[in-house]
Structures are given as structure tokens and as C-alpha cells.
Nanobody, 125 residues
Framework: QVQLVESGGRLVQAGDSLRLSCVAS????????MGWFRQAPEKEREFVAT????????VYADSMKGRFAITRDNAKNTVYLQMNSLKPEDTAAYYC??????????????????WGQGTQVTVSS
């Protein structure tokens, strides 16, 4: 059983920056694409960003391009989400996800085999 543990979420002001971290258990972290998703109250979970196993390829949701950056450190089994110029509409629970072994990227829940428990990000105006 793989465990994903997110951290870094907190209350910030609009315009602030925040970095989320997700540490994964297991020995083959670099074999799997990782992703970040978010879910606001009464809304569906939405894709934020994904990164390939080796870290060379990244994909972002259109609304996050230029503001968010996903990176990973395979030596630490950790994936990060750097969020800049935060807006109140970025307020959500942010979830880390590991892709299925056959998934090159994680761009939707159908490609996920493990989820983290989520970390809350609240952006005040």
C-alpha cells in the first residue's frame, strides 16, 4: 500500500506564494507520474498539474499556467507544487496523486491509483 502525505497548505493573502509538498512511500517513486488536483467546496475535483516520472515533462491546467510549477525530487520521493500570485479562487483542498504504472502523465482521476489525504489552501482577498 502506497501512502502519499501532503503538507504546506495554510491561510495566505491574495498575491502570496505557497509551496506544497507530497512525500510518497515506496521504493520505485521515479517509475510513476505524479499529479496535483484540487477541490473547492461543492465543486468537482479538478486537475492542476502533472509531471512525468523522470521529471522532464510537465503539463498544467490552463488557469494555472505561468503561476504554478510542479517539480519532483526522486531521491526524496517528493513532488512539489509551487504556487505564486495566489487568488481567492485558488482556495481548495489540494490533493497529490500517483499515476497508474501505465500512465505517462496524470491528467485526470481515471489515471490515478493512489491519492493523498489533501491539504487545505485558503486565499483571503
Amino acid at each position: 500500500q502506497v501512502q502519499l502525505v501532503e503538507s504546506g497548505g495554510r491561510l495566505v493573502q491574495a498575491g502570496d506564494s505557497l509551496r506544497l509538498s507530497c512525500v510518497a512511500s515506496g521504493r520505485t517513486f521515479s517509475n510513476y507520474a505524479m499529479g496535483w488536483f484540487r477541490q473547492a467546496p461543492e465543486k468537482e475535483r479538478e486537475f492542476v498539474a502533472t509531471i512525468s516520472g523522470g521529471g522532464r515533462t510537465t503539463v498544467y491546467a490552463d488557469s494555472m499556467k505561468g503561476r504554478f510549477a510542479i517539480t519532483r525530487d526522486n531521491a526524496k520521493n517528493t513532488v512539489y507544487l509551487q504556487m505564486n500570485s495566489l487568488k481567492p479562487e485558488d482556495t481548495a483542498a489540494y490533493y497529490c496523486a500517483r499515476g497508474q504504472v501505465t500512465s505517462r502523465m496524470v491528467m485526470g482521476p481515471a489515471y490515478v491509483d493512489y491519492w493523498g489525504q489533501g491539504t487545505q489552501v485558503t486565499v483571503s482577498s
